[in-house]
């Protein structure tokens, strides 16, 4: 199953404001029209599926609104300017046209065509391109742009036609889906996720519902997550640390059966609305997060975004991550600010009670909700140099435009024994022959590193391993796997080669026990080994080892480890090559685990991956290996328990020790140090 799914009808761009009305005046047609012209000019459009857009029927949009709301708006297309202007009176922030009507109905229409192919497996994921958005609209109300809630029909919808229980509303949109979480508040088998700026209250909606402690009710407590933003200005390390500590963990742990994306743009730079300064390529990154969930299957459904230049980057970013094209490096990932730290902290505390992946805080609540402060209270860590100017013009922020992401013409190549040959996914490219190109080079590389590799098999393979590299390097290919006779020996020797030719550092994730023979005093080398026996001797910060008692086989305890430790790690190191390998004891029971860590390191050093498997690992390993290499998803690995006690405390004790050194890390304080400045 693969494809991606481009929903969109020019019709919903054939409505607009017809009076003045300063804030309504930025949801305007052309949102849509960028967006897509966009998505044509960098031929994106051409390589998604498209389908044509219908109408919702009336019944699936009871699914989620009022009878006498829905009659209401049903009567709009028959008003009078006057007529309409006062209608658009009884709600906030919105207003109506003849044609919006129409253009409600094919915007909820588009979005269960997307369910629909996703669900039948027509295509893997997809994006639909609709106006007006959805998710603040109520069931007895317009609100904020928005007629009809697109994606909370939409999980209605999955879940009554598809049998769902497991539904994950992922809402990075600058604003609260109030509409999507009034929803499901008591209904557990949809788990909302929403950032916003907040500000303490100050930010439209103005909810007290919205802050961190809004969290389900009933038997739906701990299924709504809210992520207040007290402060403009967030970063790319703002929205990925929000992602690693509190999204993904918990997601991870739901195991959803799909995955929806209230993908609202406006908390993109430049947005009028939102004032952050996340870049439009961090889009790119959190749709790859979300692509190993669910086997996949991801819907992606546009709300806000109003800088037309942004918003049109934004969406190119997002849908040529749906596609599988190598996503971009993020520079400058550092720590995220006091606030988003506070902010997080929160969540942590008041969801610990519902969800075991943050069973191991230890802290609790750093500051009130924002109901119960007083106004006066706002030193909240004060630090001025990241408080943006409101009075700032957006228009006139200026960045740099997202450099392309081609697509090598082959994404994998590999290199197995010819009886594992048959066990490599359609589309891998098997390099049969070995290659003499690198024997010069082989040998040098051998003497220097692995002066005990003496068999000739071994040069051989050795040579292999060099010609994938120079393939990566030529940008022939992406990534590759090659299988080799003594994995520590190789990983030795393809890092010194890479580092020498390819790029300048490298993160090399290395799952098994044992010394790896790797320098990574200098810094260009960052290993984190995933293992159950401690190595000995390690004093490097760049050397991490994360001691597992069931190495791979508990699969709460690895991805923890993944999301707390290891990708923290990784994209603040910003590699040019992840060498990804696997030593020997691994187990068939692994391949899952394995699969999702392949998958997740495609998002390091734009997807440039050399996996260097033990030779005796498995056909189930090579076959798994190659699907995720290929940007297949990895199979989802089922709900997770709790993580093991001792391999939390052994990814505390890490966590620790490198802290100093890495701003990602930044984590829950403990609550005496919290109070005590
Ligand atoms: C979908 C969306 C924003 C409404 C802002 C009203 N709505 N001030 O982004
Ligand atoms: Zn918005």
């Not at 498209?50 to 609104?65: D, M, N, P």
């Not at 049903?74 to 906030?92: D, G, R, V």
């Not at 916003?196 to 389900?216: I, K, N, V």
């Amino acid at each position: 199953m693969s494809g991606t799914a481009l929903i969109y009808d020019d019709e919903m761009t054939r409505y607009k404001l017809l009076w003045t009305d300063p804030t309504c005046e930025i949801e305007k047609p052309e949102r849509l029209m960028v967006s897509y012209e966009a998505l044509k000019s960098k031929g994106l459009a051409e390589r998604c599926e498209s389908f044509t857009v219908r109408e919702a029927t009336e019944e699936e949009i009871l699914l989620a609104h009022s009878k006498e709301y829905l009659e209401a708006v049903k009567q709009t297309p028959h008003l009078s300017l006057e007529e309409l202007m006062s209608f658009t009176q009884q709600y906030s922030d919105v207003y109506f046209h003849p044609n919006i009507y129409h253009c409600a109905k094919l915007a909820v229409g588009a979005t269960l065509q997307l369910v629909d192919n996703v669900m039948t497996g027509k295509v893997r994921n997809g994006m639909a391109l609709v106006r007006p958005p959805g998710h603040h609209s109520q069931r007895n109300a317009a609100n904020g742009f928005c007629v009809f809630n697109n994606v909370a029909i939409a999980a209605l919808y999955a879940k009554k036609h598809y049998n769902l229980n497991r539904i994950l509303i992922v809402d990075w949109d600058i604003h609260h889906g109030q509409g999507v979480q009034y929803c499901f508040e008591e209904d557990p088998s949809v788990l909302y996720f929403s950032w916003h700026r907040y500000e303490h209250q100050t930010f439209w909606p103005c909810l007290a519902e919205s802050d961190y402690d809004g969290m389900g009710k009933g038997k739906g407590a701990g299924f709504n997550i809210n992520l207040p933003w007290n402060k403009v200005g967030m970063t790319n390390s703002d929205y990925l640390y929000a992602f690693l500590q509190v999204l993904l963990p918990v997601a991870y742990e739901f195991d959803p059966e799909l995955v929806l994306i209230c993908a609202g743009f406006d908390s993109a730079i430049g947005d009028p609305e939102g004032h952050m300064c996340a870049s439009p390529e961090i889009f790119g990154h959190l749709t790859h997060l979300l692509m190993s969930l669910a086997n996949g299957r991801l819907c992606v459904v546009l709300e806000g975004g109003y800088n037309l230049t942004s918003l049109a980057q934004s969406v190119c970013q997002t849908v040529q991550t749906l596609l599988g094209d190598p996503t971009p490096i993020l520079t400058g990932i550092g720590s995220p600010c006091h606030s988003a730290v506070e902010s997080v902290q929160n969540v942590q505390a008041v969801h610990q009670s519902h969800w075991s992946c943050f069973n191991h805080i230890t802290v609790s609540l750093v500051s009130e909700p924002s109901t119960k402060r007083s106004r006066k209270e706002d030193g909240d860590g004060e630090d001025t140099t990241e408080t943006k100017d409101k009075t700032d013009k957006t228009e006139d922020i200026v960045w740099a435009e997202p450099l392309p992401r081609p697509a090598p013409p082959v994404r994998t190549v590999a290199v197995v024994p010819t009886e594992l040959e048959d066990c490599l996914p359609e589309g891998c490219q098997h390099l049969g022959e070995i290659s003499q190109l690198y024997i010069e080079e082989a040998k040098k590389i051998r003497n220097d590193h692995a002066r005990d590799m003496t068999n000739e098999k071994s040069l051989q393979c050795l040579q292999n391993v060099l010609s994938v590299l120079e393939k990566i390097r030529n940008k022939e290919v992406c990534n590759g796997m090659v299988l080799v006779p003594d994995v520590f020996a190789f990983v030795s020797c393809a890092v010194q080669h890479a580092l020498g030719s390819l790029c300048d550092r490298v993160l090399v994730v290395f799952v098994g026990d044992g010394n790896i023979p790797l320098d990574t005093q200098d810094g260009r080398v960052l290993l984190v080994q995933i293992c159950s026996k401690e190595p000995e001797g390690v004093k490097s910060h760049y050397h991490v080892p994360v001691c597992l008692s069931k190495g791979l086989c508990e699969a709460a305890s690895v991805i923890q480890a993944v999301l707390g430790l290891l990708l923290p790690l990784a994209y603040e190191f910003g590699p040019g090559l992840v060498v990804e390998a696997l030593g020997d004891g691994s187990s068939k029971q692994d391949v899952p685990v394995w699969s999702q860590l392949t998958s997740l390191l495609q998002g390091l050093g734009q997807g440039r991956t050399l996996a260097l498997l033990q030779r005796d690992c498995g056909s189930e390993m090579v076959s798994a290996t190659g699907v995720s290499l290929l940007g297949s998803p990895a199979p989802s690995l089922g709900p997770l328990g709790a993580p093991l006690s001792e391999d939390v405390e052994a990814l505390e004790a890490q966590r620790q020790r490198l802290k100093s050194q890495w701003g990602l890390l930044l984590k829950t304080e403990s609550r005496t140090e919290s109070q005590d400045k």
